[in-house]
């Protein structure tokens, strides 16, 4: 198991002044936690940059009317089928839908099937979202 | 029901060579839908500076074994319940797991809902998703 | 003057390692200045969210050959002069230049005059990086 | 000399209705600027990944009293001056002062530059600016 280690900071009272007011508004119930949060916004982002296995979620809005949209879409992931953990279906209206596809895998192979999925003919609107798989976090 | 518009947009050939590079290595069918998927990004970023009624996903990661976070989180999104869509749960590993909750409403309401998440002790990591409802794109 | 205050930070010792190469392969000497560091980000980050007074750099590549278009932007930097610090030409080659104008005042002006500047016929590529008057760091 | 070419984008026409609006507002002067741009910042940040030469700006905020601090900066920036096209200071205040670099290289060895000049005990505030040499756009 892991162990708490500790190690002490030291900056301008200004600083620290204006850091406290802005981690209180953010409703964090102290400064270590807060900085534990920076730190690890800051490894993920290496994890993505470095090629490791990370965890994203792929979110899409389309308007399931338009024909042939859902079997492309089923087509593209089946091709990827290795890299997806679930997918989840949400109606938003009659006509749009939020479709939420978590994944795992190489940080280029998740990019690309992202790629794919935006491109495809009928989506309004798709991003990628990095995560992490919280195994070195 | 909306109808499709057409205009015209003139740049360097040299430029639109590399564009037709980019986009053929995204997969794009055409360059007009690689246009309009800009245009979509433009205006959801948009969407979000306005206030706006935005969709969203949270995403989390933590470690389920730490004591009482699932009982924190839980009161959170209980607190916001007015926000959440829905929300799934995914098993990383042994210890850790992937939250995705959808989330719809005003853009300031949305991050104060994921900075209280964020914030929890025994969360390792949180992101917010920006996407949108669909309705203007 | 301002006086230097200390505080502790508790992580996961695993966690701590992974920051400990990141930062050395970043070049910094402790991990606290690396904390700071990542501290002094996210003020800069509200400071432009909360609408007051800021430094940035709005950086343009153009090509001078283009008639009109070294008037046209001093024209729109003549309407904002009140915002201009101070502006820099770099030849990049024969034809592209790299313009460099060093701006400070608020977000929203700041953000309309790099847009102005971008959507000037000509210019190539405009963006606006964000800094700090340094007033609060 | 490049030529210009022409090619037609299809949208839908309530969202090429809230593109005009938007792109009003920022004050260009066509459609085809306004998309033009768009491709542009795509191409950007692709030739930022790629690893092809780029054209940046490193803008830090530092107070000038640090004792060594300057030196320091100057020792750094000799180790990279195949990558320095420019510096520039200007004073903010009594203390502290903006320095601009602007540099053209790799980004990799760009973005270490940038990294230990950040790093540097005593700069409060460091951030690159990715542009582009504009030779491909």
């Known amino acids: 198991m892991s162990k708490l280690t500790r ?7 200004g600083l620290l002044d204006r850091f406290d007011k802005q981690i ?3 409703g964090y119930p102290t400064r270590s936690k807060a900085v534990v949060d920076l730190i690890g916004d800051a490894l993920v982002k290496e994890e993505w940059e470095s090629g490791h ?5 792929i979110i899409m809005v389309y308007d399931h009317h338009k024909r042939g949209l859902s079997t492309n879409l089923t087509h593209i992931q089946h091709d990827y089928h290795h890299l997806i953990v679930t997918s989840q279906h949400i109606h938003l209206d ?13 940080p280029k192979e998740v990019r690309e099937l992202a790629g794919k999925m935006k491109a495809t003919k009928g989506v309004k609107y ?5 995560a992490s798989t919280g195994k070195n976090l």
Chains 1, 2, 3, 4 share one sequence.
């Not at 296995?53 to 979620?57: D, G, H, I, N, Q």
């Not at 009659?94 to 190489?106: A, D, Y």
């Open 7 to 13: 190690f002490t900071v030291s900056l301008d009272d």
């Open 24 to 26: 209180k508004a953010q």
């Open 53 to 57: 296995e990370v965890a994203a979620a």
């Open 94 to 106: 009659h006509s749009n839908c939020l479709e939420i596809v978590v994944v795992r895998g190489k």
């Open 126 to 130: 798709a991003s990628l979202s990095a």
